[in-house]
């Protein structure tokens, strides 16, 4: 098995298109809106083969609670999307961004909430201790890329969303239940590795 490096730099080299959040949902048309930049950071730990990942803050406005990589919107000092997506992970999490090798990009994902948002895959290489920030972030824990390559790992689910139910990936991990975006992204992520 090629290594770490390799096996993702190859991921990234395989065609792929754009996803969103409306990718299970033929009969729900996507609006046409003018959608705010964003990235995310795929974090995988180099020694230990997992990718980082957070729980968000149950105080928070939108999403409380759910699973997501660290990320945010590109302020207008980030010099590029990457450059927001290591921005992000150092507040959100502590990672020091001179301990990530950046891989590359995904294809960007379209959310329900308006957002573009770019995955940005990068190896942590050296050590790193978790700093969560205590008002955006309650946990950060790591899933083995075993699991998140593994297809037969993904659901498809469905909840009701204004008025109609809406499908959307889940890859459950132990008491975590990573779902929609970040799940949507993982399967991305998932299918150029397989």
């Given at each position: 098995m090629p290594d770490l490096?390799?096996?993702?730099?190859?991921?990234?080299s395989q065609s792929g298109s754009a996803s969103?959040?409306?990718?299970?949902?033929?009969?729900i048309q996507i609006p046409d809106r003018q959608l705010?930049?964003?990235?995310?950071?795929?974090?995988?730990?180099?020694e230990t083969n997992?990718?980082?990942?957070?729980?968000?803050?149950a105080r928070l406005?939108?999403?409380?609670?759910?699973?997501a990589f660290p990320g945010g919107k590109q302020d207008p000092h980030d010099a590029s999307l990457t450059d927001a997506a290591l921005r992000?992970?150092?507040?959100?999490?502590?990672?020091?961004?001179?301990?990530?090798?950046?891989?590359?990009?995904?294809?960007?994902?379209?959310?329900?909430?308006?957002?573009?948002?770019?995955?940005?895959?990068g190896i942590v290489q050296g050590e790193f201790t978790p700093v969560p920030e205590v008002g955006e972030v309650s946990e950060v824990f790591e899933v083995p890329l075993t699991h998140l390559t593994d297809a037969a790992m993904?659901?498809?689910?469905?909840?009701?969303?204004?008025?109609?139910k809406r499908f959307y990936y889940t890859v459950p991990y132990g008491p975590y239940y990573i779902w929609g975006?970040?799940?949507?992204i993982l399967r991305a992520l998932t299918e150029r590795l397989t």
């Open positions: 490096h390799q096996r993702l730099c190859d991921a990234l969103s959040d409306f990718d299970l949902n033929g009969d705010t930049p964003a990235a995310v950071l795929i974090a995988v730990r180099a997992t990718v980082l990942l957070t729980k968000r803050s406005k939108h999403h409380p609670g759910q699973i992000e992970a150092e507040e959100e999490i502590g990672l020091p961004r001179e301990i990530v090798q950046i891989i590359g990009t995904l294809p960007p994902h379209q959310t329900v909430t308006g957002y573009q948002v770019t995955p940005v895959l993904f659901h498809v689910e469905g909840r009701m969303w204004q008025g109609r975006a970040t799940a949507r």
